[in-house]
Structure formats: C-alpha cells, structure tokens
C-alpha cells in the first residue's frame, strides 16, 4: 500500500482483489468518455438532498 500524507491509498488490485474486477476497473478508467464529474453528480445530488439544499433524492421513500 501506498501511504499519501495521513491518508492509506491501497492500490488497485488490492481494492479489486482479483484479476478479472482489476482488468475491468483499468479498462473503465482508460475510458475517455468518463468523467469524474459525471461519476460525482449523482452523489453530489444525494448529499444536497440529505443536507436540504435543494437537491433532489433519486431513490424512494
């Protein structure tokens, strides 16, 4: 594992832990058609939403 500052960043195939989810999550992110932004807009949303800044919540009640 990589320590950055406080912060422990585990590397890829540790986190996937196994070749087939490490491949995949290589292959997603080499994609240029993904964004973080686009990745963050629906968690951004949800966290408005729990705080009432006028987000609105995808999921049901």
Request: charged share 20%; glycine share 10%; hydrophobic share 30%.
């Amino acid at each position: 594992m990589h320590k950055s500052g406080t912060t422990w960043c585990p590397s890829i195939p540790l986190v996937c832990q196994d070749w087939a989810n490490t491949e995949a999550a290589y292959c997603f992110f080499s994609n240029e058609w993904v964004n973080e932004a686009d990745i963050l807009c629906g968690h951004r949303g949800d966290a408005r939403a729990r705080n009432g800044d006028g987000g609105t919540d995808p999921r049901p009640p």
